[in-house]
C-alpha cells in the first residue's frame, strides 16, 4: 500500500473527529461508514483469496463457480454499501459543518471528485482501513 495515501487518510479521519467530537450523529455515521469499509475490504479479500485457492489446488473453475458467485455477489452488495455509506456522511458532513468540512469529506483520495469512480472507492476504503488496523505500527514517512 503507498504510505502516503494511508497517512493522509488518517489525516482526514483525524481530521473529521475532530469536527464531530461532540455529534453523536456524525459519530455514528462515521462508525457505520467504518464498518462498511471493513466489511468490503473484507469480503475482497476473502474472494481474491478463494480463487487463489482454487488456482493453487488446480480446481476447475467451473466446479466452484456457485461459491465464487455467491462471493462476488457478497462482494459488490459490500461495495454498493460502502458508497452509499460514503456519500451519506459526506452529504451529513457539509450540511452540518459547511465552513470546517475539507474538500471532499472523509474522502481523501485527489481529485475529491473521483468519489463518483468505484475503483477510487474502492482504493481508498483500501487505504483507510489499513491504516486504522496499522496506523500505529507503520512509520510514515
Known amino acids: 500500500m503507498e504510505d ?3 497517512r493522509k487518510a488518517m489525516e482526514r479521519r483525524t481530521q473529521i473527529e475532530k469536527i464531530l467530537e461532540n455529534d453523536e450523529n456524525g459519530l455514528r455515521l462515521l462508525k457505520g ?4 469499509a ?5 469480503a475482497t479479500v476473502n474472494f481474491r483469496a478463494y480463487i487463489s485457492k482454487l488456482r493453487d489446488f488446480d480446481r476447475c473453475m467451473d466446479d466452484s463457480t456457485e461459491t465464487m458467485v455467491a462471493m462476488d455477489l457478497n462482494k ?5 454499501a460502502l458508497i452509499s455509506r460514503l456519500n451519506s456522511f ?5 450540511k452540518e459543518y459547511p465552513d470546517s468540512a475539507p474538500l471532499g469529506g472523509i474522502y481523501s483520495l485527489e481529485p ?3 468519489i463518483k469512480d468505484r475503483h477510487s472507492v474502492s482504493e481508498w476504503a483500501g487505504h483507510y482501513v489499513f491504516g486504522i488496523e496499522n496506523g500505529s505500527k507503520i512509520n510514515f514517512k
Open 112 to 114: 475529491p471528485e473521483s
Open 38 to 42: 471493513w466489511d468490503y475490504v473484507n
Open 90 to 94: 459526506n452529504r451529513y458532513l457539509f
Open 76 to 80: 459488490r452488495t459490500a461495495h454498493e
Open 4 to 6: 502516503k495515501k494511508i
Open 33 to 36: 461508514l467504518t464498518f462498511s
